[in-house]
């Protein structure tokens, strides 16, 4: 497959700089949720990329640096999980990527976009349902998020030990809903997200 067919074809439209955004983090029950924008040198693929779900923590650790050498441009934004309660999920993820898009040292002139929804970021947006799998610029830009997220994550542990964050990431499963039900949320808690497992009490 050729990792670089949708900015190829950009480029054969005239766009210069095009960048690939993702997010990581929609789904926790807390901490924020990150997104990355990545403008890759055109056509140089990366050993080993790929989408970061794919990935072990590991491979994705060692991408992070080697992304972040060889992009012309790139950076990370994320939303608050306060932000995330305020405004909802999405737009939350919208405002994430829109940080993570100004956040570029250099103007893009179009942004791939992972998904079907198009965030208002102030460049042209083509989205790409699955383009983490597709876009070697959008895969960039899914592990600089994903791995951003996880290393604000671990730190969080270490602030709220007993919710054991640096296992669950913050992700709704079996062990972090039975540590909410015995501490009830913390402040990184998305309050939005609780209400059926905590039930309105909580809120």
């Known amino acids: 497959m050729d990792w670089f067919s ?3 074809v950009a480029a054969e439209k005239g766009y210069r700089m095009i960048c690939g955004i993702d997010e990581a983090g929609r789904g926790p029950l807390a901490g924020p949720v990150f997104a990355a924008a990545v403008i890759l040198p055109p056509g140089r693929m990366i050993d ?3 989408d970061s779900k794919k990935l072990s923590e590991k491979k994705r650790e060692a991408l ?3 992304i972040r050498e060889t992009a012309v441009s790139c950076a990370v934004g994320f939303a608050t999980e306060q932000e995330i309660d305020e405004i909802n999920i999405l737009q939350a993820t919208f405002l994430a990527m829109k940080r993570a898009c100004d956040g570029l040292s250099i103007r893009p002139d179009l942004a791939l976009v992972d998904g079907n929804r198009v965030p208002p970021l102030g460049v042209e947006v ?3 349902i699955k383009g983490d799998a597709l876009s ?3 895969a960039a830009g899914s592990i600089l998020a994903k791995v951003s997220r996880d290393r604000v994550m671990g730190e969080i542990d270490k602030i709220y030990p007993e919710y054991q964050f640096a296992k ?3 992700y709704g499963t079996a062990l972090h809903r039975e ?3 015995q501490y009830g949320p913390s402040p990184v808690h998305r309050r939005t997200f609780l209400k059926k497992i905590l039930g309105e009490s909580h809120e």
């Open 179 to 181: 540590l909410l039900k």
């Open 126 to 128: 083509q989205t790409i």
């Open 64 to 66: 992070f640096d080697v």
């Open 168 to 170: 669950h990431k913050g």
């Open 136 to 138: 070697a610029s959008i």
């Open 48 to 50: 080993g990329l790929n």
């Open 6 to 8: 949708y900015e190829n």
